[in-house]
């Protein structure tokens, strides 16, 4: 047992410094003091199952990888407050690491069990033991930023809060000024807007310089008329602790060029306007929104195309993370998928028909990377009068010129043809039901493929509501239907992780022999094929893999207390993604998700080994829940 100032000591370093009156007391009698001089291993592989934890309390210790390579050993130094090795101890397994002492060491040693029941007691262990991949992560996300920042443009950070933007006080009036007088304030004041408010001050309206243009001069209105009649209802707000990024993706979402901040109490508390963001990108935010939306044609939309891979270029410069990136990604290309839809809608009449058009796969997820091909159809209904034969023809003659032109614009063919001009894929709302229940029913090695594609789906445009009709229809089929479940779990593990038994990593060679790991096909595709399985279990229908696993933490099955490694895990491997698709379309490649394990620096190579381990973990959770 050590003193109660030895004790004292350790809680000055975190995650101690936060630790539980309860659990202080639980730890201090279960600590002992050990030394150890210069260069004496404490932990190592061949020392089998970790029998103890380690804190750092004098000198360092450094830890290394076994290989017999020394260019591809992994080394790292801790330093006093650190401790290991965390992941043997919760595991019950050998270290995967050597421990020696840098220098000589005090150290206070726990053992396994103690340890264990301390992450029982104390919420602030678990959750630092928890958020060992994170850090890592945020680690290599400033290397990668770092990296991209040579090249870009020095900006502020994307996460800045708005309230750091905001450079000078709103100018607000009431809903009866009238509209002259609020045109005069914004000439004496310089602003591009004039905010209208309520007696507590909370934004009610919007005018701008563009309102003034159209809606006054142009519309008629007399300028002694109240500004009520011509300010934009209800205005986009956002609240003063979001983040230049959700500013960002707000103006980008609805093609707007201010937004409201408001205090947490809903008060004004300044503007944020496109130019204010400028600086932080190259690309304006709605420049990108308004080009695609007075796009007349599918060559222009290509332009805007080059726009969005700049403007993640620069993101990624800023250290955004990939579940924004993607999100990111996904809103803009769903932009252009509406302006083709709109375009071709002028050569086609579809009025009388009832009709969505429908993404699948990443798209459906709100997943998308920078490299992406086409997974799309349409659901529609037919009416007494209709003629089926002919409404579906004229759909999928419809379908046929958006997917040529989505090809043009550089989302290309779908080679498995999953697309809308497939009379496979335009289908009637009762024909997508029947086919659920037909895959679900009968899950032979065709229909859980189609489950995997499928299942991800989402509206784009039309009505939305037949789209909400085939989920509930998806629900209630797979919901408790134990025998599909645990079949698509299984189609789940068909994929390992390409870890390996005496070198780290399992490998395919390139046309040079070169070895890589294919990032989707043996990473990301693990995370999202699990989500699924847990989601559809519990009857979710939430889009993105990292909601799914969230949703469904708590739920029978569900990922518990490791929600977030494995969330940090796929993110980590989506942004590798996104890195490598970035590199190979900046020199004229597809983007292809291939990862050069000898090209990756220390860092990354450990992190992407722990994102493997946290794969197979997953995997390993749905071999258990369907006894697989």
């Known amino acids: 047992m050590i003193t109660t100032d030895t004790l004292s000591k350790v809680r000055t370093y975190p995650p101690f410094d936060q630790l539980e009156d309860d659990a202080s007391s639980f730890l201090q009698p279960k600590l002992s003091e050990v030394t150890k001089p210069e260069g004496e291993v404490i932990v190592s592989p061949q020392q089998g199952a970790a029998r103890s934890i380690f804190i750092i309390i004098e000198g360092k210790v450094r830890a290394t990888s076994p290989t017999t390579d020394a260019s591809e050993a992994e080394e790292w130094t801790l330093s006093p407050g650190e401790f290991f090795p965390i992941r043997a101890v919760t595991t019950h397994q050998a270290s995967a690491y050597t421990f020696r002492a840098a220098q000589p060491c005090k150290l206070l040693e726990i053992d396994a069990a103690s340890f264990q029941k301390l992450l029982e007691i104390s919420p602030v262990i678990s959750r630092h033991c928890n958020n060992y991949l994170a850090r890592l992560v945020s680690e290599s996300r400033k290397q990668l930023q770092s990296q991209f920042a040579q090249q870009a443009v020095e900006s502020q950070s994307l996460n800045t809060r708005l309230q750091d933007l905001v450079k000078r006080q709103a100018i607000a009036v009431t809903e009866n000024t009238p509209i002259l007088d609020a045109i005069r304030i914004m000439g004496d004041e310089e602003t591009g807007s004039v905010i209208v408010v309520n007696h507590q001050q909370t934004p009610i309206g919007l005018m701008t310089q563009t309102d003034v ?44 060029r201010h937004l409201i901040i408001v205090d947490d109490g809903g008060k004004l508390t300044g503007v944020i306007s496109e130019r204010d963001l400028f600086a932080l990108q190259r690309v304006g935010l709605g420049q990108v929104r308004r080009k695609i939306e007075k796009a007349e044609n599918a060559f222009e939309l290509k332009s805007a195309m080059r726009d969005i891979q700049h403007t993640v270029f620069n993101m990624l410069a800023q250290g955004v993370g990939a579940e924004q990136l993607t999100r990111f990604i996904s809103t803009l290309n769903d ?61 999928m003659a419809f379908a046929l010129d958006v997917n040529n032109d989505l090809d043009t614009v550089g989302f290309p063919l779908c080679q498995g043809e999953i697309m809308a001009n497939n009379p496979k894929w335009c289908m009637t709302l009762e024909e997508w039901q029947d086919c659920f229940r037909h895959w679900i029913r009968e899950p032979h090695p065709d229909a859980l493929l189609n489950a995997t594609i499928f299942f991800d789906f989402r509206a784009l445009f039309g009505r939305f509501d037949l789209a909400e009709r085939m989920a509930e229809a998806l629900t209630r089929e797979s919901h408790n239907n134990s025998g599909f479940l645990r079949m698509l779990a299984s189609n789940a593990m068909s994929a390992t992780p390409p870890l390996g038994v005496i070198r780290d990593f399992q490998t395919e060679a390139d046309e040079n022999g070169e070895p890589f790991i294919d990032l989707k096909k043996f990473g990301a595709r693990i995370f999202v094929d699990a989500a699924r399985v847990m989601a559809l279990a519990n009857g979710i229908h939430t889009p993105s893999t990292a909601t799914r696993l969230r949703d469904t933490s708590q739920c029978k099955g569900g990922t518990g207390a490791d929600t977030e490694a494995y969330i940090e895990a796929f993110h980590f491997i989506q942004l590798m993604r996104l890195r490598l698709q970035h590199l190979d379309l900046k020199d004229g490649g597809v983007g292809n998700n291939r990862i050069y394990i000898k090209r990756l620096n220390q860092l990354d190579r450990r992190i992407l080994k722990e994102a493997f381990k946290q794969a197979k973990n997953l995997q390993q959770r749905l071999k258990l829940s369907y006894q697989l």
């Open 213 to 256: 243009v159209r809606r006054v001069i142009l519309g008629g209105v007399y300028l002694q008329n109240s500004i009520a009649e011509v300010m934009t209802v209800p205005p986009a707000v956002l609240q003063q602790s979001a983040t230049a990024y959700d500013a960002m993706l707000a103006m980008a979402a609805h093609g707007i």
């Open 335 to 395: 932009a252009i998928t509406d302006r083709v839809l709109r375009l071709n809608l002028a050569k086609h009449d579809l009025k009388e028909i009832q009709w969505t058009w429908l993404a699948f796969g990443s798209e459906g997820r709100e997943e998308q990377t920078l490299s992406t091909d086409q997974d799309n159809g349409i659901v529609y209904l037919v009416g007494a009068e209709q003629d089926a034969s002919a409404l579906k023809a004229r759909l």
